[in-house]
């Protein structure tokens, strides 16, 4: 017997809206109907399978999943609907745009539409876990029988950019999948549109007008583009009446055609498939890779073309569960090599379950079950086949990757003996699995101004990996909830950069105007003690990026008393995680490590400084290098964490009051596995579009004017200090813990000492209160501003061994954040 299936033919008839019909075995005894328009027919039919969440199927005519269909018709369908996008959005944001198919069934349909997107790479959902590549992203999907979804991409950046997202799936019914990939993705990738492509729009208006909210909750655009659209109608007590149907008819089910006398001989052929090329998109497939597998397309079909015997009439290209669209991509081939004398045929194997009925008005007819074969992270279970058996071929084509060429495909309950019993001819083509290879890492260059930063280029290297066009910000208290409801760390995102008012703005410049003088004493003190007892020649390498202006002003002085030009690079540093690695490397291979002096604004309680010394260790001891000292260089030091120091006073540092605009216009540092990969530097951004409000160039240039009025002073202080007992008290510490205590917080990361940590405090996060010194003078005006801005109480403290202290209540602060860099439980 000999049952072709229901072969359609894609073509833009004109609509009709509300369409029903329920003449199907499915609807007839289940009582489930389609209503749409008239194209929904072509596109679809009803099946019944085994899922405890959803009991009815559809089934894709044009998908090439269930339905062995024409390769050119499969393809045309996902081809059009990528044009359609392309209209949609534009030549210029289809460059800037990523399409993402989902696993299994969506995986050469979305290759099919970024194919007619044209620009855009592509990359598809996996539940196939590849050794080595670090993970993106994942989300679940609803209804599936297997639900969770990895992204594998081998380039971590390819979904962090902000151009559109493009999502294709086969059908779009309620809506949830969608749903989980946006809110999943939006939270470490928000941008500011997404394209849903499908198929078919089967969505409830509830459903419709939950994604519109959705839309506006994240504050996105999100478009719909479909072939057709249409609802499912469901009885009441569909899931019940569907699992006793599944059960009555697999007891009575009829067995599939009888396998032949003979079974068919096993061919392999070799395809010469090009190196480099991926099989797919499971780690992204870019536009340089469909140039290059096009170009080799002809040659590989020819070869399969050879291999067939002259006299079928009738061929299947059989792909392997979510390897869809290389075997589609080979079937167009074929269909057009072949075409003339032989019609071309093309579906997948898949591991969803469904029940197979013998009936023309039911879409799946026929299955073969045989063992999984490419040893899946789930565990063994059974494979599918459908509508294959009795089908008619002279000849299957079976194209699975290497890791899927097993000994239990080739088994004799294997797919491969499945196949052999209900055809003529089988032939094994065999793609090889693309694995991302690490190839030995070349650091890059310092980034420098005007290109990275508005520092002049000699001012500063900086160690950093340029993330300027990822969206990382998020308003604080958004960012404050992703980190205590995930154990987000604070460097994987960035703070909205603080915009100052006319009147801050005059409160730094009046700061400037009278603390300069002092700053100038301070560099000038620090640098000496460096030069005399660190190096004579020292390599300033400066904590991004509260550290970096002063690494500036040292490398000035030095300049201006010593005619030095010392180098000096910024590098990250990230509380809980430790210094950039990859920067250290840079360093040792370019620098004597005995000649590195790290350099960093202020102490506070000294946190950072244990990092630093943490961090070294850890770094010598893995990577065989010694000579970096992990003793710190300090403006300020009035936590008493250090002995290498300008002052220990804790006064207004003017370059404390701002963020990006005195600091290059550079960000805080970012630290986030899909943007950072194991042979990156961190990241940051430069907020170029801030440059009407930069003034670090002013704050350097202003405080390098009093060079000469402060020389004989630092002379005289270096003298003093070179002579004196500086070993750290961490003073600083013990009274953090003292106030900790005192104020019932209970965690010495909840206080942040210092006029330049309580500034931070106000600048980025949810203050509690503001301890002030009494009687601390003009050095806390941008405080007492900052304060009333927001709404925080400042409260003046007898003997307050800092000039202020910022504290962050627990109780109140999502975001608030331990050693680790993770969330505090509230007290």
């Not at 379950?353 to 023309?360: I, Q, S």
């Not at 730094?508 to 007892?533: K, M, N, P, Y």
């Given at each position: 017997?000999?049952r072709?299936?229901?072969?359609?033919t894609v073509?833009?008839?004109?609509?009709?809206?509300?369409?029903?019909?329920?003449?199907?075995?499915?609807?007839?005894?289940?009582?489930?109907?389609?209503v749409?328009?008239?194209?929904?027919?072509?596109?679809l039919?009803?099946?019944?399978?085994?899922?405890p969440?959803?009991?009815?199927?559809?089934?894709s005519?044009v998908?090439?999943?269930?339905?062995?269909?024409p390769?050119?018709?499969?393809?045309?369908?996902?081809?059009?609907?990528?044009?359609?996008?392309?209209?949609?959005?534009?030549p210029?944001?289809?460059?800037?745009?990523?399409?993402?198919?989902y696993?299994e069934?969506?995986?050469?349909?979305?290759?099919?539409?970024?194919?007619?997107?044209?620009?855009a790479?592509?990359?598809?959902?996996?539940?196939?876990?590849?050794?080595?590549?670090?993970?993106?992203?994942?989300?679940e999907?609803?209804?599936?029988?297997?639900?969770s979804?990895?992204?594998?991409?081998?380039?971590?950046?390819l979904?962090?950019?902000a151009?559109?997202?493009v999502?294709?799936?086969?059908?779009f019914s309620?809506?949830?999948?969608?749903?989980?990939?946006?809110?999943a993705?939006?939270?470490r990738?928000?941008?500011e549109?997404?394209?849903?492509?499908?198929?078919?729009?089967?969505?409830?208006?509830?459903?419709?007008?939950?994604?519109?909210?959705?839309a506006?909750?994240?504050?996105?655009?999100i478009?719909?583009?479909?072939?057709?659209?249409?609802?499912?109608r469901?009885?009441?007590?569909?899931?019940?009446?569907?699992?006793?149907?599944?059960e009555?008819?697999?007891?009575?089910?009829?067995?599939?055609?009888?396998?032949?006398?003979?079974?068919?001989?096993?061919?392999?052929?070799?395809?010469?498939?090009?190196?480099?090329?991926p099989?797919?998109?499971?780690?992204?497939?870019t536009?340089?890779h469909r140039?290059?597998?096009?170009?080799?397309?002809?040659?590989?079909?020819?070869r399969?073309?050879?291999?067939?015997?002259?006299?079928?009439?009738?061929?299947?290209?059989?792909g392997?569960?979510?390897?869809?669209?290389?075997?589609?991509?080979?079937?167009?081939?074929?269909?057009g090599?072949?075409?003339?004398?032989?019609?071309?045929?093309?579906s997948?194997?898949?591991?969803?379950?469904?029940?197979?009925?013998?009936?023309?008005?039911?879409?799946?007819?026929?299955?073969?079950v045989?063992p999984a074969?490419?040893d899946p992270?789930?565990?063994?279970?059974?494979?599918?086949?459908y509508?294959?058996?009795?089908?008619?071929?002279?000849?299957?084509v079976?194209?699975?990757?290497?890791?899927?060429?097993?000994?239990?495909?080739?088994?004799?309950?294997?797919?491969?003996?499945?196949?052999?019993?209900?055809?003529?001819?089988?032939?094994?083509?065999?793609v090889?699995?693309?694995?991302?290879e690490?190839?030995?890492?070349?650091?890059?260059?310092?980034?420098?101004?005007?290109?990275?930063?508005?520092?002049?280029?000699?001012d500063?290297?900086?160690?950093?990996?340029?993330?300027?066009?990822v969206?990382?910000e998020?308003?604080?208290?958004?960012?404050?909830?992703a980190?205590?409801s995930?154990?987000a760390?604070?460097?994987?995102?960035?703070?909205?950069?603080?915009?100052?008012?006319?009147?801050?703005q005059?409160l730094?410049?009046?700061?400037l105007?009278?603390?300069?003088?002092?700053?100038?004493?301070?560099?000038g003190?620090v640098?000496?003690?460096?030069?005399?007892?660190?190096?004579?020649r020292?390599?300033?390498?400066?904590?991004a990026?509260?550290?970096?202006?002063?690494?500036v002003?040292?490398?000035?002085?030095?300049?201006?008393?010593?005619?030095?030009d010392?180098?000096?690079?910024?590098?990250?540093?990230?509380?809980?995680?430790?210094?950039?690695?990859?920067?250290?490397?840079?360093?040792?291979?370019?620098?004597d490590?005995?000649?590195?002096?790290?350099?960093?604004?202020?102490?506070?309680?000294?946190a950072?400084?244990?990092?630093?010394?943490?961090?070294?260790?850890?770094?010598e001891?893995?990577?065989?290098?010694?000579?970096?000292?992990?003793?710190?260089a300090?403006?300020?030091d009035p936590?008493s964490?250090?002995?290498?120091?300008g002052?220990?006073?804790d006064?207004?540092?003017?370059?404390?009051?701002l963020?990006?605009?005195v600091?290059?216009?550079?960000?805080?540092?970012?630290?986030?596995?899909?943007?950072?990969?194991?042979d990156?530097f961190?990241g940051?951004?430069?907020?170029?579009?801030?440059?009407?409000?930069?003034?670090?160039?002013d704050?350097?240039?202003?405080?390098?004017?009093r060079?000469?009025?402060?020389?004989?002073?630092?002379?005289?202080?270096?003298?003093e200090?070179l002579?004196?007992?500086?070993?750290?008290?961490?003073?600083?510490?013990?009274a953090?813990?003292?106030?900790s205590?005192?104020?019932?917080?209970?965690d010495?990361?909840?206080?942040?000492?210092?006029?330049?940590?309580?500034?931070?405090?106000?600048?980025r996060r949810?203050?509690?209160?503001?301890?002030?010194?009494?009687?601390?003078?003009?050095?806390?005006?941008?405080?007492?501003?900052?304060?009333?801005?927001?709404?925080v109480?400042?409260e003046?403290?007898?003997?307050?061994?800092?000039?202020?202290?910022?504290?962050?209540?627990?109780?109140?602060?999502?975001?608030?954040?331990?050693?680790?860099?993770k969330?505090?439980?509230g007290?």
């Amino acid at each position: 017997m000999t049952r072709q299936g229901n072969e359609v033919t894609v073509s833009d008839r004109g609509v009709s809206e509300n369409v029903v019909w329920s003449g199907t075995w499915v609807a007839e005894r289940l009582g489930v109907e389609l209503v749409g328009d008239d194209r929904l027919r072509d596109l679809l039919g009803l099946a019944l399978r085994r899922n405890p969440k959803r009991a009815h199927l559809l089934v894709s005519n044009v998908l090439g999943k269930h339905v062995p269909q024409p390769p050119s018709v499969v393809r045309r369908s996902g081809y059009e609907l990528g044009l359609r996008v392309r209209e949609l959005l534009g030549p210029d944001a289809c460059a800037r745009a990523v399409v993402l198919g989902y696993a299994e069934t969506a995986t050469g349909l979305g290759h099919c539409v970024a194919d007619g997107v044209g620009d855009a790479p592509y990359l598809h959902s996996t539940r196939r876990p590849v050794a080595g590549v670090a993970r993106a992203g994942g989300f679940e999907e609803a209804h599936s029988h297997a639900t969770s979804h990895l992204l594998l991409p081998e380039d971590p950046r390819l979904l962090a950019g902000a151009g559109a997202l493009v999502l294709v799936d086969d059908e779009f019914s309620t809506g949830n999948t969608v749903l989980n990939t946006v809110r999943a993705l939006h939270a470490r990738f928000p941008r500011e549109r997404y394209v849903i492509v499908a198929l078919v729009d089967m969505r409830a208006p509830a459903d419709r007008d939950r994604l519109d909210a959705f839309a506006a909750e994240i504050g996105a655009r999100i478009d719909l583009v479909a072939l057709a659209s249409g609802t499912v109608r469901l009885p009441d007590g569909v899931l019940e009446k569907g699992r006793a149907l599944v059960e009555e008819h697999e007891a009575e089910a009829e067995p599939p055609p009888a396998p032949r006398a003979e079974p068919a001989p096993v061919t392999r052929v070799p395809l010469a498939w090009p190196d480099g090329v991926p099989d797919g998109g499971r780690h992204g497939f870019t536009p340089a890779h469909r140039a290059r597998l096009a170009a080799a397309l002809p040659g590989m079909a020819e070869r399969i073309a050879r291999a067939l015997p002259e006299d079928a009439r009738r061929v299947l290209v059989l792909g392997f569960e979510e390897l869809m669209y290389a075997p589609l991509a080979l079937g167009v081939a074929l269909e057009g090599h072949i075409g003339d004398r032989a019609e071309v045929r093309y579906s997948t194997t898949t591991r969803s379950p469904v029940l197979a009925v013998d009936d023309p008005g039911y879409a799946i007819r026929t299955r073969l079950v045989f063992p999984a074969h490419d040893d899946p992270a789930d565990g063994p279970g059974d494979r599918y086949a459908y509508n294959v058996a009795g089908g008619g071929f002279d000849a299957v084509v079976a194209v699975v990757d290497s890791t899927a060429d097993t000994a239990a495909l080739h088994a004799p309950d294997g797919l491969l003996a499945e196949l052999s019993a209900h055809t003529g001819h089988v032939l094994l083509a065999v793609v090889p699995s693309y694995a991302p290879e690490r190839s030995p890492s070349v650091l890059p260059d310092p980034l420098r101004g005007p290109a990275f930063s508005s520092y002049a280029p000699d001012d500063v290297g900086w160690l950093l990996q340029d993330l300027s066009e990822v969206t990382l910000e998020a308003p604080t208290e958004e960012r404050e909830e992703a980190i205590q409801s995930g154990g987000a760390h604070y460097a994987e995102s960035l703070p909205v950069e603080y915009q100052p008012s006319a009147q801050y703005q005059e409160l730094f410049r009046a700061a400037l105007d009278t603390s300069a003088a002092r700053v100038a004493q301070a560099v000038g003190t620090v640098t000496e003690t460096v030069v005399a007892e660190r190096s004579p020649r020292p390599v300033l390498v400066s904590l991004a990026r509260a550290g970096t202006p002063v690494g500036v002003l040292m490398r000035r002085w030095a300049r201006y008393r010593h005619g030095l030009d010392l180098p000096h690079y910024a590098v990250s540093i990230v509380r809980g995680r430790g210094i950039d690695a990859n920067a250290l490397r840079w360093l040792a291979a370019h620098h004597d490590p005995a000649d590195v002096v790290f350099v960093d604004g202020w102490t506070g309680k000294g946190a950072i400084t244990r990092e630093l010394a943490a961090a070294i260790r850890e770094f010598e001891e893995a990577e065989g290098v010694t000579g970096f000292s992990p003793e710190m260089a300090v403006l300020a030091d009035p936590g008493s964490c250090v002995r290498t120091y300008g002052t220990r006073e804790d006064y207004l540092i003017p370059s404390a009051c701002l963020n990006s605009t005195v600091s290059g216009l550079i960000s805080r540092t970012v630290l986030r596995a899909d943007l950072v990969g194991p042979d990156d530097f961190h990241g940051a951004k430069f907020y170029r579009d801030l440059a009407p409000a930069d003034v670090s160039a002013d704050f350097v240039d202003a405080v390098a004017a009093r060079f000469d009025e402060v020389a004989d002073a630092v002379d005289t202080r270096v003298k003093e200090l070179l002579a004196a007992d500086r070993a750290p008290t961490w003073e600083g510490w013990a009274a953090v813990e003292r106030i900790s205590e005192e104020y019932g917080i209970h965690d010495v990361n909840l206080v942040k000492p210092g006029v330049g940590e309580t500034t931070r405090v106000l600048l980025r996060r949810v203050p509690w209160k503001i301890l002030a010194r009494a009687g601390a003078g003009a050095d806390l005006d941008h405080v007492r501003l900052l304060a009333a801005q927001r709404g925080v109480p400042v409260e003046e403290v007898d003997g307050l061994p800092y000039t202020c202290v910022g504290l962050i209540h627990p109780q109140y602060t999502r975001g608030a954040t331990g050693a680790d860099g993770k969330a505090v439980t509230g007290a």
